[in-house]
């Protein structure tokens, strides 16, 4: 199949807005909003930009999880890109990253552009099919 039938086959408004197909934005945006779709890791990336930098231990004192289950999370966050590891001798610091969110809320604010025009046309479409 191709990236053209794949597409047709989508409803309108579901995949990358206006501009074209999959590309690589979309889907590290993808990436990032898997990663943020867990409330445990929201609540680490909150205290990691809180913070500035911290260890996986004192984020782990600070949330209701095991370290063991903070490094999993700050594993996640670090895959899409919204967290950095930084050696500070032999500790190993986390900080937060904010370009995969400014690249996330363009493409969010993107879309729904997207729809808002195509909700006007609607409007427009069905008070103009009324005053016929």
Known sequence: MTADQAS????PGVGPPAGGGATEEAEEVGVVLAAL???????????LVEAGQASATTLAGRLPVSRQAVVKHLQVLKTAGLVERVRAGREVLYAARRDPLDASARWLA???ATWDRR????KRAAEAATSD
Request: net charge negative; glycine share 0%.
């Open 8 to 11: 047709a086959e989508q409803p």
């Open 37 to 47: 779709a867990d409330p445990t890791r929201r609540q680490l990336l909150d205290v």
């Open 110 to 112: 993107d879309l729904s």
């Open 119 to 122: 909700l006007n046309a609607l």
